[in-house]
């Protein structure tokens, strides 16, 4: 079966409109004032960057490229990046921001502080499900930023970049080790196969990333969320490996976040000290874009682990579609 995705599932007129203009080459409206965090512009601009990786089953691979499509993107962005640039709050404090990243709050109160001590199976599948929209693509959008770097910081970012691509190995890909983890959770490992019952906020942090690498003039930004990311996994990646072996995981399951527990701890410093600080010793105007890089993404991390975790205080599933039962884990 072919692994190229399907157009997704329309949320509202602006998904609509993508979607039919690359099924039936319909003419795109404009966009207009939608909502910046509505699921209907998630939806419409992931379809246009999709154009830029994988594509979708049944579209000519030249739309990428499509002058009306690029337009039409640009204005989705323009709605996404004001509301991002407005709801951040700024300045040019690198090492600021980024130390403030180590420091955990006492009790955690994210996703996987939840799911490490009281998570149950089912919730951990839907992260798994909310996650794979990125992991599916893991290490794809910031490969992007690799031409706009020189020196230091462009030889450290293919470094960490080489790792994420599983140092040669396709088997190691980490990528592929998520759709390891997918299949050993009784899950479907097709690339973005859950993607319609995915809602925006996790979108949202896809797009951020595909936005910052497409960019140039967002370099900055994309090293910033980069480091961001990979500050916060290793943590992260401990406590969901703590929820599996709680709940009877093997290595079946636990391998994608032990990888990435020693990995990002190495990532973390590389991006610091030789990506960042090459960077901005060549460019030091950029500070207040990778501030913004690292803003942004705890800020649409911050929306989606309110968005699990108010579903789940709720009694509710956290996806759009509950997924199937399953017995527990391998
Ligand atoms: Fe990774
Ligand atoms: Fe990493």
């Known amino acids: 079966m072919s692994d190229t995705p399907v157009l997704p599932r329309p949320r509202g007129p602006l998904s609509e409109a ?7 080459n319909a003419s795109l409206p404009p966009v207009g004032d939608p909502d910046p965090v509505g699921e209907d512009l998630a939806v419409a601009l992931h379809t246009c960057y999709e154009l830029h990786y994988q594509g979708f089953r049944g579209v000519d691979p030249e739309r990428e490229w499509d002058p009306p ?22 300045g040019d404090d690198v090492a600021g921001v980024l130390d403030e990243l180590l420091v955990e709050p006492v009790p955690g109160t994210g996703v996987s502080h939840f799911l490490r001590d009281k998570g149950e199976w089912w919730q951990l599948r839907e992260y798994f499900a909310h996650r794979s929209v990125y992991h599916h693509k893991e290490a794809d959008p910031h490969a992007w930023v690799i031409p706009r770097l020189r020196g230091t910081a462009k030889a450290a970012l293919v470094a960490v970049e080489y790792d994420e691509f599983g140092g040669g190995l396709g088997e190691r890909i980490h990528a592929k080790l998520y759709a390891d983890l997918l299949r050993a959770s009784g899950m479907d490992e097709h690339y973005l196969h859950y993607f319609d019952d995915v809602p925006a906020p996790v979108i949202a942090v896809v797009n951020l990333m595909s936005m910052l690498g497409l960019h140039r003039a967002l370099r900055g930004g994309m090293v910033g969320h980069f480091a961001a990311a990979e500050i916060t996994t290793a943590p992260s990646a401990q406590r969901i490996e703590q929820a ?25 410093q590389v991006l610091r000290h030789d990506v960042i600080g090459d960077l901005l010793d060549r460019e030091p105007e950029l500070a207040a874009d990778v501030v913004f890089g690292v803003q942004a993404t705890e800020l649409l991390e911050a929306r989606f682990g309110a968005h699990v975790l108010d579903a789940w205080a709720a009694g509710r599933s956290s996806l759009l579609r509950a997924l199937p039962d399953h017995p527990g884990p391998s």
């Open 69 to 90: 499509l690029l337009e039409f993107r640009r204005g989705l962005e323009r709605v996404f990046l004001a509301h991002l640039r407005e709801s951040v709050p700024g």
């Open 244 to 268: 599996l072996r709680r709940l009877g995981g093997s290595a079946a399951t636990t391998h994608f976040f032990t990888e990435h527990i020693e990995a990002d701890a190495v990532h973390e």
């Open 18 to 24: 993508v979607t039919e203009a690359l099924r039936d």
